[in-house]
């Protein structure tokens, strides 16, 4: 498995992986975690309605989950921040409906320090 980085200013490290190659794992902090919670729109519904008659992706909702990712990743990376952490290693991220017509989306990872090899 390739590790996934994303450079966050100040410099945090993000992956999915266990480890950092080239970094020795100091502490192991706590869990970071962000979640957001969305809600479908009428307007998008109509759409996605005759959508699912014909078949194919659905961009409106692709895209709201797509934002709600983002989000959930941004407030992982700013409970990391106030953690102190340097890195936030296997990353991964759930999801569960809320109520009808509502998910929530959850990223969440172990908070580490670490220093160069």
């Known amino acids: 498995m390739i590790p996934i980085f994303v450079q966050i200013d ?4 993000i992956t999915t992986t266990n480890d950092l190659p080239g970094y020795e794992i100091i502490e192991v902090i706590d869990i970071a975690r962000g979640s957001t919670v969305r809600a479908r729109h009428l307007g998008r ?3 996605a309605v005759f959508k699912s008659m014909v078949g194919g992706e659905i961009k409106e909702y692709t895209k709201l989950m797509a934002d709600a990712r ?14 102190e ?3 936030i290693i296997n990353v991964r991220f759930m999801t569960s409906m809320v109520l009808q017509g509502s998910s929530e989306i959850l990223a969440y990872g ?4 670490i220093q160069k090899k």
């Open 10 to 13: 100040p410099p945090m490290l």
């Open 45 to 47: 519904d109509i759409g």
């Open 70 to 83: 983002e989000q959930a990743i941004n407030r992982m990376i700013a409970d990391g921040q106030e953690l």
């Open 85 to 87: 952490a340097d890195a």
């Open 110 to 113: 172990t908070a580490v320090r």
